[in-house]
């Protein structure tokens, strides 16, 4: 079944990439690895099941960092291609910012790795797993990218998006319905437009 159909049918014209388990109402979860919550398994950066009935919202929180430098614009300019005119892409990566400022508050807090690998610098830095289980189980976690809130709107822009917008979600409701990462205080989101 393509999923022009499976979209029709489930009403959906919401996309959110890199899904992990987390859902919210009317939005089709997308994922490389399948799981529960999980509506449809392939990689983002083939959005081959986009047709013309393009989303009018496209999503991936904490999702990006995932992806090889060289090859991050052109995953966003086909993001752009396959976005509504006039739809909105909602963005979550870890804000370099932020991980900076609560380094240098605690230094030794954050690079105890032998104490706690799940401390913060490792986990937005390198990924949740990265530190301990660097074998092929674990690529899709790996982290390989670092963003500021400057340089994540000065790519979008290069990708075609206009309106970039920083945004703090205070609730689940703020944040489009999901309980995921984006409402850590680590989390840099922005909102941003592919124009009409
Ligand atoms: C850190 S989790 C984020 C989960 C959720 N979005 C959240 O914010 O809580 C990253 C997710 O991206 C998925 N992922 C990694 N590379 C991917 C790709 N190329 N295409 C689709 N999903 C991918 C992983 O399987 C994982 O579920």
Redesign the pocket.
Known sequence: MGLNLILRQLHMTKI?????S?KSEGWLN????SGNGVDLV????YLWFVGEDMPEAIR????LE??PPCEILSILKLWHVALKPGGTLII?VPDFDYMLREFRKEPMKFLSFWKDHERLLFVTLY??YYPFRDDSNNL??RHRVIFTEESLTAILTDAGFTNVQRFHPKSVAENHG?D???RLPLSLNVKCEKPL
């Open positions: 959110n990439l890199g899904s992990n987390t997308f994922d490389l690895t392939g990689d983002s950066r991936a929180s904490h999702l995932h992806f979550g990924g949740s899709p976690f999901f995921d990462v984006m």
